[in-house]
């Protein structure tokens, strides 16, 4: 375990190293990242009727709480009404739900569309500047070259299918309720693992989008071995801020609802977890993606010489560290 930290602490200072004078640049392309990856639901927001339905469901529980203090309900309103106003507030009802329904499952697949088509495809772009910084100029429209480079429905195809594979994951802790704690405890590790295994596909198809979809995976699955470890104590230190913001924004808003008269304090700690830890984890994930970066260019020599990759593949001619063999770093994990 301390091979595994002296490995994550020296990738880590090696991208720091990469990233030096190249921030401004990383920091930009991450944010019209991420605010790419929000347009769906801002586009939805203003046109859905989800919100409508919402407000009338909670001006509904409050008339409903406020006739039951008064001593009348709202069904005793019901005797006032006809059998026809009855029938058509029900139906409105009925349908404000499916708009919801359908609102939120049109949201569901824009947001998936546009990660799958546009936003991860930036990211291969943003992974290439992480796997050229240390070794060659980069520029602003290398944020681009996933749809630039290489054959872009590769590139879908291969995230469709790191997408659908990373799914189990999900399941797996979604079974964790009904599972015993013995099965699903165990599960849930395998998911994590499972997760470690597909980190490389998208340096993959960053450092060649020549690669066919399929071999992507297999390519990922096999270059992780012995660099899982090492990449899960990367994101372990590079966390550790977003940790501390989590940690101090939860015991603020607590100590505001316990001491009731503090009421302004539980704001306060609302507002840390909601704005201030997502601020901490956009400036710090630079780092832990690029050390990954790094991570990825030694399990990529170590899977040329262990026969994982062929000679065909990752060859570029501009860049003699791809072309010879070598043992790279030392590696440690599982």
């Given at each position: 375990?301390?091979?595994?930290?002296s490995?994550?602490?020296?990738?880590?200072?090696?991208?720091?190293?990469?990233?030096?004078?190249k921030?401004?640049?990383?920091?930009?392309?991450?944010?019209?990242?991420?605010?790419?990856?929000?347009?769906?639901?801002?586009?939805?927001?203003g046109?859905?009727?989800?919100?409508?339905?919402?407000?009338?469901?909670?001006?509904?529980?409050?008339?409903?709480?406020?006739?039951?203090?008064?001593?009348?309900?709202?069904?005793n309103?019901?005797?006032?009404?006809?059998?026809?106003?009855i029938?058509s507030?029900?139906?409105?009802?009925?349908?404000?739900?499916?708009?919801?329904?359908?609102?939120?499952?049109v949201?569901s697949?824009?947001?998936?569309?546009?990660?799958?088509?546009?936003?991860?495809?930036?990211?291969?772009?943003?992974?290439?500047?992480?796997?050229?910084?240390?070794?060659?100029?980069?520029?602003?429209?290398?944020?681009f070259?996933?749809?630039?480079?290489?054959?872009?429905?590769?590139?879908?195809?291969?995230?469709?299918?790191?997408?659908?594979?990373?799914?189990?994951?999900?399941?797996?802790?979604?079974?964790?309720?009904?599972?015993?704690?013995?099965?699903?405890?165990?599960?849930?590790?395998?998911?994590?693992?499972?997760?470690?295994?597909?980190?490389?596909?998208?340096?993959?198809?960053?450092?060649d989008?020549?690669?066919?979809?399929?071999?992507?995976?297999?390519?990922?699955?096999?270059?992780?071995?012995?660099?899982?470890?090492?990449?899960?104590?990367?994101?372990?230190?590079c966390?550790?801020?977003?940790?501390?913001?989590?940690?101090?924004?939860?015991?603020?808003?607590?100590?505001?609802i316990?001491?009731?008269?503090?009421?302004?304090?539980?704001?306060?700690?609302?507002l840390?977890?909601?704005?201030a830890?997502?601020?901490?984890?956009?400036?710090?994930?630079?780092?832990?993606?690029?050390?990954?970066?790094?991570?990825?260019?030694?399990?990529?020599?170590?899977?040329?010489?262990?026969?994982?990759?062929?000679?065909?593949?990752f060859?570029?001619?501009?860049?003699?560290?791809?072309?010879?063999?070598?043992?790279?770093?030392?590696?440690?994990?599982?």
């Amino acid at each position: 375990m301390n091979d595994a930290f002296s490995a994550a602490w020296g990738y880590i200072s090696q991208a720091a190293s990469n990233l030096r004078g190249k921030k401004l640049l990383v920091y930009t392309a991450s944010l019209i990242i991420a605010i790419l990856a929000m347009v769906p639901a801002l586009v939805m927001f203003g046109i859905s009727k989800d919100t409508q339905y919402l407000r009338n469901s909670n001006s509904n529980s409050i008339t409903n709480y406020i006739d039951t203090r008064s001593g009348t309900t709202a069904t005793n309103d019901d005797g006032f009404k006809s059998e026809g106003q009855i029938l058509s507030e029900k139906l409105a009802r009925e349908r404000q739900r499916t708009q919801s329904i359908i609102a939120s499952s049109v949201i569901s697949l824009l947001n998936a569309g546009n990660e799958i088509l546009i936003v991860n495809i930036l990211y291969i772009g943003l992974f290439s500047i992480y796997l050229r910084a240390g070794r060659r100029d980069v520029s602003f429209k290398d944020l681009f070259s996933g749809f630039t480079n290489g054959s872009y429905i590769n590139k879908v195809l291969a995230i469709i299918l790191m997408v659908l594979v990373s799914a189990i994951p999900a399941l797996v802790i979604s079974l964790a309720g009904i599972l015993g704690l013995f099965i699903a405890v165990p599960l849930a590790i395998a998911a994590i693992v499972l997760d470690y295994f597909l980190k490389f596909v998208m340096y993959i198809l960053a450092d060649d989008p020549g690669i066919p979809f399929y071999r992507v995976l297999k390519i990922s699955w096999q270059a992780s071995s012995g660099y899982k470890l090492t990449m899960f104590v990367i994101n372990l230190i590079c966390n550790i801020p977003t940790f501390i913001c989590v940690v101090v924004s939860f015991f603020i808003t607590m100590n505001g609802i316990i001491n009731e008269d503090s009421v302004l304090i539980a704001l306060i700690g609302l507002l840390l977890s909601s704005l201030a830890t997502p601020i901490v984890q956009f400036f710090v994930r630079p780092f832990n993606d690029a050390a990954i970066a790094c991570a990825f260019e030694d399990a990529k020599l170590t899977a040329k010489n262990m026969g994982y990759i062929s000679a065909f593949e990752f060859y570029d001619p501009e860049d003699q560290i791809d072309n010879f063999d070598d043992s790279g770093m030392k590696t440690f994990g599982c």
